[in-house]
């Protein structure tokens, strides 16, 4: 299977910096945040279920059925203007077992959340509407991932809140490895993603199995 794209040739060169949000509070109705546990620290974001309600939905359905818990950080982008700008990637990277059925692109000239320094938002292939459970984080600003003319991009949906001390560790790993628009960019000892925790509303798992738990019999 593929691994999820989230990733421009452009983005590399023009990626910029601007504000970080990281130090708001989330404010204003429809914002639920999440805390993701791993083995660099927590990072706390802060989803927009009102600007950019199926991809918060996708994305807490991951949470709240622990699909993301035992996943990591396994890929770090930098820009060739900085090293220390870019995204790191996250998520359940290859493993079908956990996967979701896709959700449809929310683009962010439909839902105005940009790619700023500290968002989150949904990686996918080669088709806009295939995001499952893999994600993103920016470190920078990241103009070119959003949606302009006929190019869609790719689905912001909340920022950080918390932690962008740990997103910029993961960051500065070393990475490699790799093939094709993501040689080089695989972090050797991908980060683990403990658990991801719920801190606002009531969990709604999907209740579908959960095939990643079954212990499958040795084979013979």
Request: hydrophobic fraction near 40%; charge should be positive; avoid cysteine.
């Amino acid at each position: 299977m593929r691994r999820p794209i989230i990733v421009l040739l452009a983005f590399l060169s023009s990626i910029t910096v601007a504000a970080s949000p990281a130090s708001k509070a989330p404010a204003g109705a429809g914002m639920v945040r999440v805390r993701l546990v791993t083995a660099a620290g927590d990072i706390v974001v802060a989803l927009d279920t009102r600007r950019a309600p199926r991809t918060s939905a996708n994305f807490l359905a991951y949470v709240d059925d622990g699909r993301l818990d035992g996943t990591g950080f396994y890929r770090a982008v930098h820009a060739k203007s900085d090293p220390k700008r870019g995204f790191i990637q996250g998520g359940i990277d290859t493993q079908a077992r956990r996967m979701l059925p896709s959700v449809p692109l929310e683009p962010t000239d439909r839902t105005g959340i940009r790619h700023l320094d500290a968002t989150i938002s949904m990686a996918h292939g080669d088709n806009p509407d295939s995001a499952t459970g893999n994600f993103s984080i920016t470190v920078g600003a990241a103009p070119a991932l959003d949606a302009q003319g006929s190019y869609r991009g790719y689905a912001a949906f909340g920022h950080v809140v918390a932690g962008m001390d740990v997103v910029r560790r993961i960051m500065a790993l070393p990475t490699g490895g790799g093939r094709g628009v993501m040689r080089g960019q695989m972090i050797l000892a991908p980060v683990k993603l403990i658990r991801a925790i719920r801190l606002d509303g009531t969990p709604h798992p999907t209740g579908r199995v959960k095939p990643w738990l079954i212990e499958l019999p040795p084979r013979r």
